[in-house]
């Protein structure tokens, strides 16, 4: 099993990474919160050429986050909480459309929330389908429960098309370098616990905020 993983794409640690992220407040860290992303990218990139208008705009927004976490407020963005009270108090969120200021984190960290969701839906997806259910209609209909709410017809389209070039469900198992298909199920029966409790937590502070619709 050493072998596995060692071409940087076992999604066992890169799950394992978003578990890492709660901190003893329950306060979501942001550095294994990116860390996780960029596993995904990572993960993604493995999945073929056709992905690559996704994984670029995951990456823009990474690394828009990189930047504010080594900025000069870099202390402000810590956790997903101090990044929210910072950017509030500093009437940094844009509530609108349209206006001069510059893209927060608020919303950019928004943007990978929701992917999130179509993640943990997708993975349960597979975890709980049968040994012939059809990855490419398990993605859509994830998709269609989470991000597509929010992407344009044009996205849709592309994102619609991306999915039907997905391997079997054996062979995405495979890709994942977690080992046998019953090893790959429970691993996800594990994580994906974690990766909904994050979810919960976002969204919950987010509602709180009122920031769930930001442009
Ligand atoms: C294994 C198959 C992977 C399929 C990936 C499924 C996600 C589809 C997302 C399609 C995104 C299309 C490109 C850009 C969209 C942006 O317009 C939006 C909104 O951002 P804005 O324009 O407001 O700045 N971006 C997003 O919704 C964030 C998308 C992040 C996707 C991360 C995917 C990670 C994949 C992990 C794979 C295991």
Redesign the pocket.
Known sequence: AMAYGDDGHN?REVLATFKSCLDEKSEILMDPYLAG?KG??R??NT?GTI?T??????VA?IQIMEEFRSGPHKESYRTLQSMVSYEMANNLVDMKKNTERPVSGC??IL??H??LL??QL?LEGLRTGGTDCRTSVV?TDS?NAS?AN???WI?RK??TI??CT?PNREA?FENMKVGSNEEAVEMLGEALPHIKKLYDITQELYSRHKLLDL?
């Open positions: 999604l992303w995904l990218v993960f993604l999945m992905f208008f996704v994984s670029k705009d995951a927004k919303r950019t943007r990978l929701r992917a179509w993640l997708f993605c998709y991000l929010y992407h344009p996205i592309a994102t991306a999915f997905l995405f442009p």
